[in-house]
């Protein structure tokens, strides 16, 4: 995220406002040099037809494709779903602020019975309005919600329209070709030289289905290995170390750039593995659905869980333990995997701005999709990301809340866990999470500020990683902690440690 300085926020704008504004200067120029002249140099000329080529024959059928596209139901019975409004609405540290982000953080005040029943019914019988049919399980919630609020919602239907995240109308912004070539496509370039430096092998996809990803990756011909999984490449390091005493890594990136955030974090953690008899295995998983790419839509639960099996067996990886590393959307896979693992298998993990924890808070996805931007960091993370493509449809159509959460519970089943948090994010209430954890004495997190116990300590190590551990960033912005080496060396170490837990 870049700082929130009047500097930064002019340069964010005009950075915005410049790109938003090629697609229509490009469509203009067109049309006015087939009825009347030419204007332009013709290198220039070339670029605007292929802007507006692009824009009217690739962006606009994704969009509508995209915007089209169906959300996926869950079917249950009236008994589970009666369990799941008791487990979110037992985990919800503020009964009044939950329900009021979820009607787009103004006051309950104007909502009425049918607005909130229109809520319950997309949230646990995945529809997105009440219908009579099922108007007595949705009384049942409707009055055990007024019982936990301690409130009384008044009949009929108010103008206070819930969100329905996997439902409303996608949000998306058209991205110049040049854009996706040189911004997009040359950052892909300095990541794969960048991680082939730090010694990694990249697995590309199959050859069939090399042009699924825009912008196309020629320099991943120079790749020896070819994945298993048809949607997922991802970069390896083989395991040679030994099995009774190191632990491999399994890397799950969130929204951006891709795996370009933590190509340093990953180059210090090999720098310093601990490993004396070999080296310590990683994967890293690539994501082209959520990285700023035109390309297929975000796998469902199901179809990622195969994809990410197919890889770890691969690799030798799916019968014994290893470390999980993930941040931002990358918890919401950690989720899905430590829900489906067997217990013997769950090894410790390490989880950096967990959305997964508070998802169903509805404070992500208001922040993310309908907030209005404000600061610098706000406005970067709206158009580049809220409004893309890839990301936007990752987000809405595959808002699956009820298989997103990580329930204290899953945390519980877990020995050794450090859970990542910005004190100034921007997209959790990181506060809000922190006591969510630490009043729970029962999981029994202690708590880490990084900038005391670095000044204590004289080197900026961290005194965890073992057990349930919170760490705490809260001079930073949200995935900030992968930005210098300084912020990175506290989970490099508990990486390290974590690594060496084998039983």
């Given amino acids: 995220m870049i700082p929130n300085t009047l500097a930064h926020y002019v340069f964010i704008r005009l950075s915005i406002w410049s790109l938003r504004t090629v697609a229509p200067l490009s469509l203009l120029y067109c049309a006015a040099r087939l009825f009347w002249c030419s204007f332009l140099p013709q290198p220039l000329e070339l670029i605007a037809l292929l802007e507006a080529v692009f824009y009217l024959c ?28 008791d487990r979110c609405f037992g985990s919800v540290p503020e009964p009044e602020k939950f329900l009021a982000t979820w009607f787009k953080g103004g006051s309950l005040d104007g909502v009425r019975v049918e607005n909130v029943k229109d809520f319950l019914a997309w949230g646990f019988l995945y529809k997105t309005r009440a219908t009579a049919e099922d108007d007595d399980e949705l009384s049942e919630y409707l009055r055990e919600t007024e019982k936990i609020l301690g409130r009384t919602f008044p009949p009929g239907r108010g103008p206070h329209r819930p969100t329905q995240v996997s439902a409303d109308a996608l949000q998306l912004q058209h991205k110049p070709f040049l854009f996706y070539a040189i911004a997009v496509g040359g950052d892909d370039v300095m990541t794969y030289a960048t991680l082939r430096w730090h010694g990694l092998v990249h697995y590309r996809l199959p050859l069939s289905q090399t042009l699924s990803v825009f912008p196309f990756r020629p320099h991943t011909a120079l790749s020896s290995g070819v994945s298993r999984s048809h949607h997922l490449s991802y970069w390896y390091r083989p395991h040679t170390a030994a099995a009774t005493k190191r632990l491999p890594i399994l890397l799950l990136h969130g929204v951006g750039a891709g795996l370009r955030t933590y190509a340093s974090f990953l180059g210090e953690f090999m720098r310093q593995d601990a490993a004396d008899d070999g080296e310590t295995g990683i994967i890293a998983v690539e994501m082209m659905a959520i990285s700023m790419r ?44 430590l829900q489906t693992l067997e217990p013997a298998r769950l090894g410790p993990v390490l989880l950096a701005d967990p959305v997964a924890l508070c998802i169903h808070w509805g ?13 610098a960091s706000e406005w970067q993370l709206h158009y580049f990301a809220s409004t893309d493509m890839g990301i936007a449809h990752a987000i809405t159509r595959r808002f699956d809340w009820s298989e997103n959460v990580l329930w204290k519970a899953d945390l519980a089943q877990l020995r050794d866990v450090t859970v990542v948090l910005a004190g100034r994010d921007i997209i959790i209430d990181a506060h809000a999470v922190k006591r969510y954890l630490q009043e729970d004495s029962d999981l029994g997190f202690s708590f880490v500020d990084v900038r005391n116990c670095g000044r204590e300590n004289g080197q900026g190590s961290v005194l965890g990683g073992m057990g349930r551990t919170l760490l705490w960033y809260d001079h930073i912005n949200h995935a900030e902690m992968f930005e210098t080496a300084e912020d990175r060396q506290p989970m490099v170490d508990i990486l390290n440690k974590y690594c060496s837990m084998v039983e």
């Avoid at 606009?60 to 008994?79: E, F, G, N, V, W």
């Avoid at 035109?294 to 099996?309: F, I, K, P, Q, V």
């Fill in 58 to 85: 690739a962006s606009l059928p994704r969009q509508y494709a995209l915007d089209r596209s169906s959300p996926r139901s869950i079917q249950r019975t009236r008994q589970e779903r009666r369990r799941l409004f």
């Fill in 294 to 337: 035109m390309t297929r839509g975000c796998l469902a639960r199901c179809e990622m869980l195969a994809e990410l099996r197919a890889i770890l067996r691969r690799h030798g990886w799916d019968s014994g333990k290893f470390v999980i590393a993930a941040d931002s959307y990358g918890t919401i896979l950690a989720t899905h995997l």
């Fill in 363 to 375: 404070g992500v996805p208001f922040n993310f999709l309908y907030r209005r931007p404000r600061s």
